[in-house]
């Protein structure tokens, strides 16, 4: 079986460190991005399992990103877990646009298990 491979979009370079220690350390192969368009390059030359997305980012938001990658046939099917240092709650009107395009959401900073167990969850239900 082959390593599963995540991208992680965030514009947090110490998120992404710690995204990528954690994740790796569980035996994933983790891709990069600290911007919307850098996550869409390396999504369209790479062949990725989840998507993990900061929704709050300059110039593309994760809402956008979200959009652009499930209007796109050949990866609609990816999940997405949504990353966000606020409760998503808190903007119900993008939630509810969007809440039958991602998998779930972990609020940052993170728990290490709690994210850990989550990726493994979304990961084990579309094996």
């Not at 606020?86 to 940052?108: G, N």
């Amino acid at each position: 079986m082959s390593r599963k491979c995540i991208l992680m979009i965030e514009d947090d370079e110490e998120m992404i460190a710690l995204g990528e220690l954690i994740l790796a350390k569980e035996g994933f192969h983790v891709l990069s991005a600290t911007s919307g368009a850098v996550g869409l390059d390396l999504l369209r030359d790479n062949d990725v399992d989840l998507i993990l997305l900061d929704i709050m980012m300059d110039e593309m938001d994760g809402w956008q990103v979200l959009e652009t990658v499930k209007a796109d046939k050949r990866y609609s099917a990816i999940p997405v877990i949504m990353l966000t240092a606020r409760h998503y709650l808190e903007d119900e009107e993008m939630t509810a646009r969007y809440a039958d395009q991602f998998v779930s959401y972990v609020v940052k900073p993170f728990v290490v298990r709690e994210l850990v167990q989550e990726v493994r969850k979304v990961l084990s239900a579309g094996s």
